[in-house]
Nanobody
Framework: QVQLVESGGGLVQAGGSLRLSCAAI????????MGWYRQAPGKQRELVAS???????NYDDSVKGRFTLSRDNAKKTVYLQMVSLKPEDTAIYYC??????????????WGRGTQVTVSS
């Protein structure tokens, strides 16, 4: 069983910065993709940013130029650096890993979420 442990959320003023981390605990053969999603109150969960095993990144238009996704494969960790935060970035942020286990079965895991609140 794999668990994703998120950290780094909190309360910040508009224009401020936060760095989210998500580490996978457990045995993983390989990581296919990692990503961050967010869900604001009353809205559906949406993709914020993702990175594939080859290093290709994808960002939602609303965060391009402000958020940067990076990873440390050895630590099985993905980071989301967020700058120039806006009140509309307020949401619960969830990390997601798409992995292959030692039975060569692809599995998908979610973190429990970390709250990001941006005050105006």
């Amino acid at each position: 069983q794999v668990q994703l442990v998120e950290s780094g959320g909190g309360l910040v003023q508009a224009g401020g910065s936060l760095r989210l981390s998500c580490a996978a605990i457990g045995r993983i053969f390989s990581i296919n993709a990692m990503g961050w999603y967010r869900q604001a109150p009353g809205k559906q969960r949406e993709l914020v940013a993702s990175i594939t095993s080859s290093g290709s990144t994808n960002y939602d238009d609303s965060v391009k130029g402000r958020f940067t996704l990076s990873r440390d494969n050895a630590k099985k960790t993905v980071y989301l650096q967020m700058v120039s935060l806006k009140p509309e970035d307020t949401a619960i942020y969830y990390c997601n890993f798409d992995v292959r286990d030692f039975n060569f079965v692809n599995r998908n895991y979610w973190g429990r979420g970390t709250q990001v609140t941006v005050s105006s």
